[in-house]
């Protein structure tokens, strides 16, 4: 790991000012588990620093076992050549030249290897980070396929990557941000297959956070990344699982991993890559289709159907005789649009408490919600039982919304049709109508449509959206990404 620093102060032959420097530094006696381990390599002072949480204790032992049986003639002369190269029972070694880098290495994880005499130092990655083990996401789950998904240790995500992907185009390129986090980011791409162009505004933007940390991982990285930040719609996209993120590297898109996060960004992506699932490809391809159109049903039920519904109900002209059914059939007490956003307040008070209720108490939540408050409410005339209904296809839609991301803008944008149609009546439907296909036509990502490949249209495209195409036959990458390999042919079939 490298770190560029505008001032390097070079490391010390003696290694009493070393420990000094980095004891200064570090705060050693008061940060308890920063740890200084002084020995002897066949009479040379040696000593290791590195933090007690991110160190595999096993390794650590075996190293120095290794090493203090050493004689006096196996060190020196050219005791760091001789340790490094004869006596370092260990792979994943390096070589770091000032303390700035030194500091930067223990504060990242991996053990630092210091010897008297000598003004460079031995970086030893014996890292264990704290974690848990890969397990199904909740919120990417199917019913058929692996289990496994990102954990919190960029190591092991891009491990989980690799092992699906096993291509030597495979690139991962590493970078540090934040001043004071010095948080690893890692950005994934094939070589070979990604635009050139997109790739270098991907890492031209990472580049240039200029922050103090990341504690909030990815979603920090998305703002800094992404070009505004009052559009709801999300210019990226989030994945827990790998075998979506390798996917989209086929594909041509870009990942970037940010450390402590489970969750991968992938760009660029348009707003067609949100309402995709891995569950329709882990069924035959008709059973596929129709997930995906019960998917789309369901997420246009979620934006459009109360603001249609109240434009028929407060229009009672505009409702054909067998539509009568759907109401209502009694006059409300309240206006429907003040009903509708009382119950859009309710759904998302409920949601909420969801998220910080106990599993165990998950279930008594929902009865209060669905049984006590909603019959109540409908017994006592604050709300018409239609209300109820469509409200319930709405919170059914928005649940069926593979993008959390974009279910939450899918909320905002209903609740501002609901406000417009409930003033302004059917034109106030059609404005907002108007000014969402405006929004989502000026929309970019990374400086690609969001609406393609319906806007510019691109018939074939548009087509693999609608239709889940069986794998065998062949397929196209993206046309928007303008891929340097543009179909998924093996190259000697080409």
């Not at 000012?17 to 200084?36: A, C, M, P, R, T």
């Not at 690139?171 to 980011?185: A, K, N, P």
């Not at 103090?212 to 699982?241: H, Q």
């Not at 409930?422 to 059609?430: A, C, D, P, T």
């Amino acid at each position: 790991m490298s770190v560029n620093f505008t001032k390097q102060t070079p490391i010390s032959p003696k290694l009493n000012k070393n420990l000094e420097y980095i004891g200064e530094k570090l705060g050693i006696g008061l940060s308890f588990d920063l740890l200084i381990r002084e020995f002897k390599i066949g009479r040379k002072k040696v000593a290791f620093v590195f933090l007690d949480g991110f160190v595999s204790s096993d390794l650590v032992t075996l190293v120095m076992q290794s090493l203090m049986d050493a004689r006096r003639e196996d060190v020196v002369p050219n005791s760091l050549e001789k340790i490094y190269s004869r006596l370092l029972p260990y792979g994943e070694t390096s070589f770091v030249n000032n303390f700035e880098e030194v500091v930067a290495e223990i504060l990242a994880g991996p053990l630092v290897f210091l010897i008297d005499g000598e003004n460079r130092a031995i970086v030893v990655d014996t890292r264990e980070y704290p974690g848990r083990d890969p397990e199904e996401p909740d919120v990417e789950k199917i019913t058929r396929g692996s289990r496994d998904g990102f954990v919190e240790t960029l190591l092991f995500n891009i491990a989980l990557v690799r092992r699906r992907v096993r291509d030597p185009g495979l690139r991962t390129e590493v970078m540090q941000v934040g001043s004071r986090s010095l948080t690893d980011i890692a950005l994934l791409y094939i070589d070979d297959i990604v635009n050139p162009y997109i790739l270098e505004r991907v890492r031209e933007r990472l580049q240039k956070i200029k922050v103090d940390g990341l504690p909030m991982a990815e979603k920090s990285v998305e703002e800094f990344i992404t070009d505004t930040f009052w559009n709801p719609f999300p210019e990226v996209r989030y994945t827990e699982r790998p075998d979506v993120a390798a996917v989209h590297l086929l594909e041509g898109h870009v990942c970037i991993i940010v450390d402590t996060s489970p969750a991968v960004i992938i760009a660029p992506v348009t707003l067609f890559h949100h309402v995709q699932h891995a569950e329709e490809f882990r069924h035959n391809p008709i059973i596929g289709l129709y997930i995906r159109w019960v998917r789309l049903i369901g997420i246009a039920v979620s934006v459009f159907l109360i603001p249609l519904w109240l434009i028929i109900a407060e229009n009672p002209g505009l409702m054909p005789e067998f539509l009568e059914l759907i109401g209502p059939r009694e006059e409300p007490a309240l206006p429907l649009f003040i009903q509708f956003v009382f119950a859009n307040i309710g759904l998302d008070l409920i949601r909420m408490a969801s998220i910080h209720t106990p599993s165990p108490m998950a279930t008594a939540l929902g009865l209060v919600g669905a049984l006590l408050i909603g019959e109540i409410a409908v017994d006592v005339g604050f709300f018409v039982p239609e209300v109820l209904l469509y409200i319930g296809l709405v919170a059914i839609g928005v649940f069926a919304t593979p993008s959390w991301e974009l279910g939450l803008a899918n909320r905002l944008i209903h609740i501002i049709l609901l406000v417009l149609t409930g003033f302004f009546n059917y034109y106030g439907f059609l404005a907002g109508l108007l000014l969402l296909l405006v929004l989502l036509k000026r929309t970019s990502s990374f400086g690609l449509p969001y609406l393609w490949p319906l806007i510019p249209f691109d018939g074939p495209s548009m087509l693999s959206i609608l239709l889940r195409k069986p794998v065998p036959v062949k397929g196209y990458r993206p046309a928007f990404l303008k891929t340097q390999d543009p179909d998924t042919a093996p190259p000697g079939e080409k």
